[in-house]
């Protein structure tokens, strides 16, 4: 196996002038700091966590539409 010829990373990398990343890629393109996958669930990407923030959205867009129509009433 030629190191050389392995997928590399294109994201664009701070570290490396703006230029392409340039590590090795994963199967979806991008190494592991790019879009690699989480290695360990937790915190923000747990199903509960995703759960919580799609509520959370849920509310906060009723809250501005109610908001709304109540400052339509008001006019
Ligand atoms: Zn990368």
Redesign the pocket.
Same mark, same amino acid.
């Given at each position: 196996m030629d190191f050389k010829k392995l997928p590399r /990373?294109g994201?664009r990398?701070k570290s490396n002038f703006g230029l392409p /990343?340039r590590?090795v890629a994963l199967k979806n393109g991008? /190494?592991h700091?790019?879009g690699g996958k989480v290695p360990v669930k937790n915190g923000r990407y747990t199903k509960l966590a995703r759960m919580e923030r799609t509520e959370q959205r849920r509310l906060i867009t009723t809250m501005r539409n109610t908001s709304l129509s109540l400052e339509e009433l008001v006019k």
């Open positions: /990373c994201a990398a /990343c590590h991008r /190494c700091y790019h």
